[in-house]
């Protein structure tokens, strides 16, 4: 195993282990605040410093990771499955069908998905645990995040229909369903692991955005990308380099991702 | 040829019926999400009862959807767009002083997404050095991790022309796309054979590899059209950019029906035409290959 | 005279003009946090419209934001009769609009009469409608002119601080201004410029011609991490109000450009869903509408930690409606919360909670756990309600924070009542407390706690009632007082709202500009523009 795929794998394990031994390595919690330590740079007792809150920002991006690695990646699932159904298949079946998806898509592309998210906070009680908010949310997103995607495995799985090898299978007399699995969906891995690869991130940056709208995690539990936000004041007064981890780990875990789906994402010709 | 006139016709019909159910369900989107009656005026302690009444029966004129609609597009085909219920302007008025500059942002915008995309996934494909191709996937995932509202800020910080931030925003989006698609099509049996036998590179790019993957990367330019008009809402509100996509915003937060529908039929038109053409001019990239 | 000695002369001669065109002109640039929804002064409901009425509206009264009288303006005097019914204004002559259209008292009757209009709606005509039926104007001359009111209005004088008068004859209608500034060019979504008013009548006391500035320059931003970028690097003069976390960012490297006038008149306050047809549970309604469990609530948060912690020391824990920077209406008499979860959980037991194993719970065994809303997007109140999370959870309450687009939040305050408890707050309040007969009449829609009711649903709500009206029809500031007092004293007992804390008036100022003396009141940097220069831009 190269380096390449040896590194990748020694950094997941050790942020998905670290987040796993929250309670261990960060015993006060991510809720504590230390109200007489507001803001402040790293020391022996706040290894990350506090947020402005006094909380703990150490703790508050371990217990994070689990929110954020654990809920991301199962809504980028749940998109680019979605995107692969809807594109590849109408690719495959091209026609009115194909016209008819690619429309749907571009609506789906067009509309204003603020409302329809608004309303969905209106409809879950107040009370709501945060775990079941947090759960909608990442739902939602899988469920509206599938768009980009779709068209690109339209276009991927029409052209692999039209191509030479898919007519002889076709003509040798594979039966469609063997055609589409075993010949046309390998095709579609580049397209399917990029969508996946990019709505890592995405889903963790929407996630802090909709908390303007009610959605998203609940205070005080944190993610990462509420902790993302952060840098939003950052710009105005400069570094506080600190500041900057969860974004470092961020980039490093998702890099790490891609890194260790590189050889499936080239795929089969 | 008379069969192609039809053929444009009822592509033409098609891309306006969905421009109408856009602007329809947006209507209807607006319109039953909670807030819709609400406005910020009926916390001031200065009105009295009366103008509290007025100020709610004028956001109960555009309850019944349907005929907010039917009668929206009897206006509009006379070219009266309505009213901007926030800003209280005529909404042709607004998105014509709007257009020109989203449409320059969204232009300039998207070219250098393209260029540092093209330049990078090409070179990614071409050279397939790991170090290379590490530090590519590093530098757009960077970027993808850095949320919108800070890449605008960092354009304010830096005076670098809002067009850079949505340029920025869109990169890694279709980077990842691109490379992995160059990279397969570099990998076929035919091309290595093609390169071991020592065709140049250049015949090797333009003959046999852009025509396979053009359909789909059309198909990426079309959705980064998509993508470049969303993250015009941050940059613009941001930048302090007097567009289409801050007007957006502005529309939202205070549920500005008119302002919201116009501009949703806009946005539906701009996606379909961009993805339309990509599927049109893709199908004769399938055409030539096959 | 020697030729070096002339060179010299002619430097320092250039020199002085030089400074003097520099100090003297030049622009003034500064940000409004949203698009100004309208130019006619009549209709203002927005801060961004309310800064350029102020900077281009010329009022018959003009109260100095400094000294917190009343001065004369357009008007060289004026009369209030004994009944409260009718004012009198001596106007001055010889004044023009800045298209030289001459301003009369015909101007005056004009723009009572639009501003009285049933149709027009305006915030600051609803101010004067005591009651029903006409205001009569009576011009007497071309500078007498006297109004009649249906009913005695209480502070009737200092109402017309808000009244920009407006030319009956001009052609550019309310673009036709008697202000130090006029509007010149408005860029949608990014700028409005104003500039010098050529006509503006009013002279410094050495004679020269007001204002100073040539032109304002008014960016649109909404964005404060984006406004103090801009002022850092010299792209603006001022911030006219700034927030906490940046004023001591900027202090530490600028310590020359940041100001707080100390306490204003803001308040940021919490308050419980009271009302019968809400749709959340009974045995939740009985918490909220005792008095005890709101006392006790207020007892078990930490004041001093939300001014400390939130606003960084600048603000102050409430004491009441007032606060202490309106020094003749504050209840002198109130004394603050002790915060105190003990004493919280005492008053509970008095109810029959109990705190068993870290939770509290009603005296059916309900455990106490209920949701506090607040606006997205504001820093404050989101960390606020964090840190009353906090707090409660000391005496085993758990608290629930969701913060909800501003639209989806007035919804559930006023229309479904769909909330448990919501943070709020009053901003750009009015010194006089008749400016808020709307929130404390029990019958009134800005009664925010428990809006619209048909009779008052408690005794002290009918007493506040009472003493809202007393004070509302007298003319003696004593007697007002006294009810108000009394009213204040009232709300602090039965704590409908649970006031948390009174901001401070921050704003950064460059040193480029000269003569700004930051107040408390509203517009608290630029109240005096007139008289503003900025040097080396």
Known sequence: MSLRRILPFVLLALVLSASVAASWLAPAGYAKQYREAIDAPPSRAHWLGTDELGRDRFARVLYGTRISLLLAPAAALLSTLLAALIGGLAGYLGGTWARMAMAVTDLFLSLPWLFLLITARALMPLNVSPLVSVLVTFLLLGLLGWTAAARVLCSSAASVRTSDFVRQARASGVSGQRLFWVHVAPNLTPALYAQFWISIPVFILSEANLGILGLGVAEPMPSWGSLLKELENLVSFGAEPWKFVPLVLLVLVVTSFQLLLSKQEEGTA | MHGLRWKIAGHALALLATVLVGGLLSATMVRLAPGFDADERELDPHLNAQSLQALREARHHDDNIISFYVDYMKRAAHGDLGNSLALGQPVRTLLRQRLPLTVQLLGIGLVLSWSLTSMLALSAAWLRLPTYDTMATAISGMLLCLPAAVLALLSVLWNAPGAIAIALIVFPHTYRYARNLLVKAYSRPHILAARAKGLREARILFWHVVPVVMPQMLALAGVSVSMAIGATIPVEALCGLPGIGQLAWQAALARDLPLLVNITILVTLVTLLANSSADVIGSMFRRQEA | ?537
């Open chain 3, 1 to 537: 005279m020697s030729f070096k000695k002339l060179v010299a002369l002619t430097i320092i001669l250039v020199g002085a003009l030089l400074a003097q065109a520099t100090a003297q002109g030049s622009e003034l640039r500064f940000c409004l946090h949203n698009e100004p929804k309208t130019f006619n002064p009549l209709q203002v409901d927005d801060d961004a419209a309310a800064s350029i009425r102020y900077l281009t509206g010329g009022v018959l009264v003009r109260l100095n934001r400094q000294t917190q009288q009343l001065e004369p303006e357009l008007a060289e005097s004026w009369k209030v009769s004994k009944d409260g019914r009718e004012i009198s204004f001596h106007l001055r002559g010889g004044i023009a609009f800045s298209d030289g259209t001459p301003f009369t008292a015909e101007d005056v009757a004009y723009t009572i009469r639009q501003l009285m209009d049933p149709a027009l709606h305006s915030p600051s005509g609803d101010a004067f409608r005591s009651d029903n039926g006409n205001i009569e104007s009576e011009v007497i001359s071309s500078t007498q002119i006297s109004i009649r009111f249906p009913a005695e209005v209480a502070g009737l004088d200092r109402l017309f601080d808000q009244v920009a008068i407006l030319s009956r004859y001009s052609a550019k209608k309310e673009m036709a201004v008697l202000g130090p500034f006029m509007v010149a060019d408005y860029k949608p979504g990014a700028s409005v410029l104003l500039k010098r008013n050529p006509n503006y009548w009013k002279k410094d006391e050495q004679g020269r011609k007001l204002p100073y500035l040539d032109s304002i320059l008014l960016q649109i931003q909404p964005n404060r991490d984006v406004e103090m970028l801009q002022f850092k690097r010299g792209e603006l003069d001022l911030i006219n109000t700034l927030d906490s976390e940046y004023f001591d960012k900027l202090a530490a490297t600028w310590p020359q450009v940041v100001h707080d006038a100390g306490p204003s008149l803001d308040s940021e306050q919490l308050w419980f869903n009271e009302v019968a047809k809400g749709p959340i549970p009974q045995y939740k309604k009985d918490w909220f509408r005792s008095a005890n469990f709101r006392r006790a609530i207020s007892e078990a948060i930490n004041r001093e930690d939300l001014s400390r912690i939130v606003y960084h020391g600048h603000a102050q824990p409430a004491m009441g409606p007032f606060s202490p920077a309106n020094k003749f209406w504050f209840d002198a008499k109130l004394k603050p919360t002790i915060y105190s979860p003990d004493g919280a959980l005492k008053s509970l037991a008095s109810d029959g909670f109990r705190f068993e194993n870290g939770t509290l719970k009603d005296k059916s065994g309900n455990a106490v756990v209920f949701s506090i809303i607040t606006n997205a997007g504001n820093k404050a109140r989101e960390r606020m309600a964090v840190l009353i999370q906090d707090d409660l959870l000391k005496i085993g309450i758990q608290v629930n924070v969701v913060t909800l687009d501003f639209p989806s939040l007035i919804e559930r305050m006023t229309q479904s009542f769909d909330y448990e408890a919501i943070i709020l707050g009053l901003t750009n309040v009015d010194l006089d407390p008749d400016g808020e007969m709307n929130v404390w009449l029990s019958s009134a829609e800005n009664h925010q706690w428990n809006p619209q009711q048909k009779t008052p649903e408690t005794v002290w709500e009918a007493e506040i009632d009472r003493l809202m009206r007393l004070q509302a029809s007298s003319s003696d500031p004593m007697k007002r007082k006294e009810a108000f007092d009394r009213v204040q004293e009232i709300v602090v007992e039965e704590q409908p709202f649970i006031f948390l804390i009174n901001k401070n008036a921050l704003s950064a100022v460059s040193t480029r500009v000269h003569g700004a003396v930051p107040v408390i009141l509203s517009p608290q940097t630029f109240w005096n523009a007139e008289r503003l220069t900025v040097s080396g831009n």
